[in-house]
């Protein structure tokens, strides 16, 4: 079966009863070069576990079951049971498990699902819970590499340069715990229903530690959430908003020392320079 032929896949969505869901954002690829690219360019092999958020019908699933070692392919909707049942039923190394990626214990799945295997992470995912699935895969530490179609703007910020008007507090999280490279453009005719804008792969390469010392991760998080939180304002001021007790001329004082200017707006200091200010913020509350 062609899982990338139109008329293939409305008679097998038909066959099986199945309709889509737009609450669940669901759009199927049904382009071939799509899926096969994605598993090209994320370096999945032999050696790898793959961990696979919402297959739909089985495309990149096919792709991934036909590179690596084991793929684990989490999915919400049980109506698509019997789909994959007929799409996947002759891959003895891919298993389905019916769950809400959200609610799932990610390092569990991989120490259970993928023992003595490279865990990497794959998935075409649904516009509406990019962020906190992106953010629960990065936060779980036990992938070499997390590779995801999203929408291109959310693509684009998770890879964006401090200065720029993509970079925000997302964009610190990912480049904190990754570094973003932007893969290729995939457009809406690539998918069934087509969707209004264009998706974009990205390959998040896991590091092995943060990029540079932090002595307090929840504290640098508070940091880059104060400073994006009132963006267009000078960082004095943003600060002074999430850290009230600490004053403006205190954090003036602090800016300073830590080699930033107290008239500096968030979107123009790099992970660094946050670090800097987060560390000094941390030495202020020891003492």
Known sequence: MDLC???EVRQLLARHGFHFSKARGQNFLVAPWVPREIVRQSGVGPDCGVLEIGPGIGP?????????????????????APVLGETLGEFANVEVLWQDILQVDIPGLVRDRFAGLRPMACANLPYYI????????????????????????????????PGTQAYGAFSLFCQYYAQPKLLFDVPPDCFLPRPKVTSAVVQLSVRSGPPCPVADEALFFRVVRAAFGQRRKQLQNALSAGFPRLGKENLSRLLTACGVSPAARGETLDIAAFARIANALAEQEDG
């Open 5 to 7: 032929n139109v008329q």
């Open 60 to 80: 990149l699933t096919r792709e991934l079951a036909g590179q690596a070692a084991k793929v684990a392919a989490v999915e919400v909707d049980r109506t698509l």
């Open 130 to 161: 990019t962020t906190p699935v992106v953010t629960a895969l990065l936060e779980a530490g036990c992938f070499s590499a997390v590779t995801v179609m999203v929408q291109k703007e959310v693509a684009q910020r998770m890879a964006a340069r």
